[in-house]
């Protein structure tokens, strides 16, 4: 029976127009809201390029992508957009708050993907590190303890404007191994954030704020996502005690069945590691797929976040931690604000 | 013309004021209020009264606020009595150099702050090379840093009203009292001055009020150092988010700047009267 034939028979055999125009109809357009800059654009070469060439899907980006838009989004009604970009704690604030759909993982088919890149919330596209970075000539830290002795390594600091990110290293500055920062002593944190508060010259919110930073000699020494520093001969870096976090794509509640229909395929698209590897092309972050990393390029490995010697020596983030106690740290971490 | 026709002709506007601009504020008003499935609660007063900590960065940006009303009135208002004593053609010049930051994008205003302030900016090579100082001065990234942004931002809501007022002033005014002898302070202070008062006090109120609002010179300048109540309201908003929360903190806010400006028409009718 030809496809065509069996589609009409199919539909013959169906009671209702309702579920026959849902397994009929799949959008040839979708609307994805992700954080934009040179993610956007690994987005669009890796994952919609390759699925437009093989289904005539395309989708649609825009950006940037924060948690209250996408409340905005839900609560002002259907408006269109299916995927939203969401860090690893947000998925599960956005799922606490009813934002976002469960995903068909079997309608996926995903290639072989980490566990934990499979949420039945999200789809975790992209594993980022956070780590520190220096400008080249400076004493080069080994660790949390080094850098944040500004005695020794003298120089101003640029530190993420994130409690998230904040306070593990402190914790690793007290002497806190990676493997036992969770849960988070955030008393101890504090205190040490107290004791080099006056080295930081500038807390970050933008992540092309540290690169600049350094280049401009505004300061030494950065806190940093490791896709705006490697590669490029200014910095030094290094990954060990650095935060290895992901991102995820995730549904927006209420979207229509002929578009999640068109999100599975881009989905699938993104699990497939020789689309991941054209992605890390264009930003030095990884994707799920633990075949990967025979197709990257052997010798910048180490530019990596996933790459075995990075991963080993890298935290994770810990979500579910800070689902809990992330609003309490908030306001201290406003109050120590006021204090600089 | 008629009442009747006089309202015919507002009403357009009146109600795209209120569909636009009012119901949405109303709206605002009323989250702060409201919990899904409890109804009416006062929960989000509450949380703010006993963790302070959100009220102390309003605290903090009314003090920023007044010090750069402060800086510039300090700067706008001497600017603005120098105008007045140009020629026409140099005053043509001066008001465009005054208003000629209006067309330039707010963002690109304030990244150029950094050219000019960073510690390889042109002012701290220019010090360095005259030998005033040895290392560089930390203008950025600080108060300091955003207060000097804020003042060039806000200088020509202060200066064009200013002048207005100034320029407005009859000058045989000035040679009356100097011909019955008074002495230029003198008449700067009893003649001059007073007259400007209303257009300094209205000027003052308004470049205040926009600098509670502040948003992207405290982020770009301010290094994350100086919280300011809209950065708060974006973290509220954008990442938490607790809208709840950011409507009862705009809430206050709102009612501290119509106090300020009642306080404001209180003044005036006292001085008018």
């Excluded at chain 1, 849960?183 to 107290?194: E, H, I, S, T």
């Excluded at chain 2, 950025?140 to 931002?153: C, K």
Aim: proline share 6%; charged share 20%.
């Amino acid at each position: 029976m030809k496809r065509r034939s069996f589609v009409k028979a199919a539909a013959a055999s169906l009671p209702t127009f309702g579920i026959l125009s849902a397994a009929r109809a799949q959008s040839k357009e979708i609307r994805m809201i992700e954080s934009g800059g040179l993610s956007g654009d690994s987005i669009q070469v890796g994952y919609i390029d390759p699925l437009k060439a093989k289904t005539g899907i395309n989708v649609v980006r825009e950006s940037p992508s924060s948690l209250g838009k996408l409340r905005a989004l839900v609560e002002s009604g259907q408006s269109g957009t299916t995927l939203f970009e969401l860090g690893s704690g947000v998925v599960l604030q956005a799922k606490k708050l009813g934002l976002i759909e469960k995903l068909d993982w079997a309608a996926i088919n995903p290639a072989a993907m980490f566990p934990e890149a499979k949420n039945e919330y999200g789809f975790g596209y992209q594993y980022f590190s956070t780590i520190m970075a220096w400008r080249k000539g400076q004493k080069e830290p080994k660790n949390f303890v080094e850098f944040f002795d500004t005695k020794a390594f003298p120089g101003k600091r640029t530190l993420p404007d994130y409690p998230h990110y904040c306070l593990p290293f402190a914790l690793q500055a007290a002497g806190v191994p990676i493997d036992k920062l969770f849960p988070l002593d955030v008393d101890l944190a504090f205190k040490k954030l107290n004791e080099i508060k006056k080295d930081v010259a500038v807390w970050w919110k933008a992540g092309a704020q540290p690169p600049q930073l350094m280049k401009d000699n505004e300061v030494q020494y950065a806190i940093c996502w490791s896709g705006r520093v490697v590669g490029d001969p200014a910095f030094g870096l290094n990954f060990a005690g650095g935060k290895a976090d992901l991102s995820y794509i995730a549904v927006v509640k209420g979207s229509k069945s002929e578009d999640k229909l068109a999100a599975w395929k881009l989905y699938h698209e993104m699990s497939l590691p020789e689309n991941q590897a054209k992605a890390a092309g264009v930003i030095s972050y990884t994707g799920p797929s633990p075949d990967l990393d025979a197709l990257l390029p052997q010798d910048k490995l180490w530019q990596f976040p996933t790459s075995k010697q990075n991963k080993a020596v890298q935290y994770f983030e810990n979500a579910e931690w800070w689902a809990d106690n992330g609003e309490a740290v908030n306001k201290k971490w406003e109050a120590f604000k006021l204090s600089l | 013309m008629n009442r009747s026709t006089g309202f015919a002709f507002i009403a357009p506007l009146l109600v795209l004021m209120i569909v636009a601009f009012n119901l949405p504020i109303l709206y605002m008003l009323g989250l702060a209020f409201w919990e899904k499935g409890q109804g009416f609660t006062l929960e989000h007063y509450e949380g703010l009264l006993e963790a302070p900590v959100y009220l102390r960065v309003l605290g903090n940006t009314l003090r920023i606020s007044l010090i750069a009303t402060i800086a510039n009135v300090a700067i706008g208002y001497p600017l603005a009595h120098w105008m007045r004593g140009l020629g026409r053609r140099a005053r043509l010049v001066a008001i465009a150099l005054v208003v000629l930051p209006f067309w330039v994008s707010i963002l690109v205003r304030t990244y150029a702050w950094i050219v000019v302030l960073g510690n390889g900016g042109l002012v701290n090579r220019g010090l360095q090379w005259l030998g005033l100082t040895d290392a560089p001065v930390q203008f950025l990234y600080n108060e300091l840093g955003v207060t000097i942004g804020m003042a060039n931002v806000l200088l020509p809501f202060l200066v064009l009203p200013l002048f207005a007022a100034m320029i407005r002033i009859d000058d045989r005014l000035l040679q009356a009292a100097a011909s019955l002898g008074a002495p230029p302070r003198t008449i700067f202070w009893k003649v001059y001055f007073p007259l400007t008062l209303p257009a300094l006090a209205a000027g003052t109120l308004l470049v205040f009020i926009l600098c509670l609002g502040f948003y992207v010179t405290p982020a770009v300048l301010g290094g994350g150092r100086v919280p300011m109540i809209s950065n708060l309201l974006d973290t509220l908003i954008n990442q938490i988010p607790r809208w709840e929360q950011a409507s009862a903190i705009s809430t206050i806010l709102l009612i501290v700047a119509l106090l300020i400006f009642a306080g404001y028409r209180r003044l005036d009718r006292k001085a008018s009267a």
